[in-house]
């Protein structure tokens, strides 16, 4: 040890107090004394001796009931005693060893037997520090790695819909589903390129912040997943991973609340959305950054529907309006050209009927 041990006597005879005192001293021990158990309590606490040399026979509060209190008392009962008494009766040195002293030696000492006892006392001591050293290390880095792991079950609860989330982390991936009945909602901002060269980062980053949080609200309120939001893009679909009545409605009636809300932001944004209903795959890439996405045709004509619809407008397909046209006003567009679709006939919807 690079720190002297540091060694409690205990007995009410200063005689006795002197030549433990000396023995210990020649021996490189520090010492500290007490006269009676009283005073022997209270420096323990003080001090925190790593040894006590406890004398039995002494007023006020006897060595046996110092004992019982130290190995009854969580802070102090790892510190090691050896009684040293002149009762040298085997029922004393029992009861002694039954209440936790880890030796008995009789008066009068004989020092190398002294010095050997405590010696083996104190290895046992430092072992015993050192294993609650390490505990405290591993107990720390417990709860670091749990700190972390809530940590990172609560970035994937953001990114990755509840469902998807819990099955990475129960599986450590996800297996790819196809989903045959999914509406699929696309919205875009309008000359948001030519926002962004007239007004300052903090301020461009600022609104479309807003504008997603209340997306994103919009998008929970009427059982929509949150697929992504690239740049100015917002996607989000229904039917996939909770059972939805009608999610081709929702995501209409989540659409025309988007226009409404990116109207009265302080930017004055308008927006583009389209819908379309059919089926997707669904699955998690990446490995260090997780992305839950869709592919297939659906979400493709969903894209066209966004791109071609009219400024503050859902734009959505024939599957789409003989879903929802029982509560919604709207009319035809006619059949429009789309790209890599040949033409196709596109709904506009203005507002909810019922």
């Given at each position: ?10 007995d009410?005879?200063?005689?006795n ?10 021996l ?29 026979m002494?007023p ?53 037997l ?26 720390g ?12 079950d609560?970035?994937?609860d953001?990114?990755l ?81 909770d059972?939805?009545?009608?999610s081709?409605?929702n ?30 795959i ?26 071609h ?34 033409e196709m006939?596109?709904?506009r ?6």
């Amino acid at each position: 040890m690079t720190e002297r041990s540091l060694i409690l006597i205990v007995d009410d005879e200063p005689i006795n107090v002197d030549l433990l005192e000396q023995n210990l001293e020649d021996l490189d021990y520090d010492t500290i004394s007490a006269y009676h158990g009283k005073e022997a309590l209270e420096k323990t606490f003080a001090e925190t001796p790593d040894l006590i040399l406890l004398d039995i026979m002494m007023p006020e509060m006897d060595g046996y009931e110092v004992l019982e209190r130290l190995k009854s008392d969580h802070a102090t009962r790892h510190i090691p005693v050896i009684m040293i008494s002149a009762v040298d009766d085997m029922g004393s040195v029992v009861r002694c060893i039954e209440q936790g002293a880890e030796d008995y030696i009789f008066k009068p000492f004989d020092p190398v037997l002294l010095k050997a006892r405590i010696g083996a006392c104190l290895q046992r001591k430092r072992w015993y520090d050192q294993e609650q050293l390490y505990l405290r290390q591993i107990e720390g880095h417990l709860k670091t790695i749990e700190a972390e792991k809530k940590r990172s079950d609560g970035l994937l609860d953001v990114i990755l819909p509840k469902t998807i989330a819990e099955e990475l982390k129960k599986r450590n991936h996800v297996i790819p589903r196809r989903h045959d009945e999914v509406a699929v909602l696309f919205c875009d901002i309008v000359g948001f390129t030519r926002y962004c060269e007239s007004h300052s980062p903090e301020e461009v980053v600022a609104n479309l912040g807003k504008l997603t949080e209340i997306f994103e609200r919009l998008a929970e309120n009427y059982g929509l997943e949150k697929i992504n939001a690239i740049g100015d893009e917002f996607m989000a679909a229904g039917g996939l991973t909770d059972h939805v009545e009608n999610s081709a409605l929702n995501c209409v009636k989540c659409g025309l609340e988007m226009i409404t809300a990116a109207e009265h932001l302080a930017s004055r944004w308008q927006v583009r959305i389209g819908v379309h209903f059919g089926p997707v795959i669904a699955g998690v890439v990446g490995h260090r950054k997780f992305l839950f996405g869709l592919w297939g045709d659906t979400v493709n004509t969903a894209a066209r529907m966004q791109s071609h619809g009219l400024v503050n407008t859902v734009n959505v397909t024939r599957d789409v309006w003989e879903r929802i046209a029982h509560a919604c006003h709207g009319e035809s567009r006619g059949a429009l050209p789309v790209k890599g679709k040949g033409e196709m006939e596109m709904f506009r919807v203005d507002r909810i009927i019922v």
